[in-house]
């Protein structure tokens, strides 16, 4: 049967700056933050989307955003699949492959990230998205495909874009 596909970007939530010696994987949230992820996660809850799985950059901002939604969902956290070349650049057919090798089974998946990647991904992949993408903002791309590997702007289409500022 046929089952659509529906890619969920999230951008993780506002981050402190790094104090050196810190490194930019481990800065944390800010309160501001992980309030503005969980209002994100619920906003979207309310409205019947669900991660059958999510992936995430290790960074640990991008992991703290990817777990307050799942506390949200009720998804176990030992599930959240961490993907490393999230953290840097990539192009579709890397995003494409993880999403078929990780999420073969599942139609719904929530992934975690960083900007300029994470806007120049939902860019390409849906025609006319041509915002940025601010922290903890999410853009949800539905695809007329029931394929992983098929997804691309011909079959992508933006069903919702949000982020905390514009929540009424």
């Given at each position: ?29 800010t309160p501001r933050g ?69 999420a073969k089974s599942t ?46 702007a011909t079959n992508g ?12």
């Amino acid at each position: 049967s046929f089952h659509m596909k529906t890619l969920t970007i999230v951008r993780h939530a506002k981050a402190e700056q790094p104090e050196p010696p810190q490194s930019d994987l481990d800065r944390k949230l800010t309160p501001r933050g992980k309030r503005n992820a969980a209002e994100m996660a619920s906003y979207l809850h309310t409205r019947g989307f669900k991660p059958g799985l999510i992936i995430s950059s290790p960074a640990k901002r991008a992991l703290q955003t990817a777990s307050i939604f799942s506390d949200e969902f009720s998804f176990d956290k030992q599930k959240i699949v961490k993907e490393n070349f999230l953290y840097s650049r990539y192009d579709v057919p890397e995003i494409r492959e993880m999403l078929n090798l990780d999420a073969k089974s599942t139609d719904s998946v929530f992934l975690f990230g960083h900007n300029p990647a994470l806007s120049w991904l939902a860019a390409t992949l849906a025609p006319g998205f041509g915002q940025g993408l601010p922290t903890a903002g999410v853009v949800i791309i539905e695809f007329n495909t029931n394929d992983w590997n098929e997804i691309d702007a011909t079959n992508g289409k933006v069903v919702l874009y949000k982020y905390p500022a514009d929540l009424i």
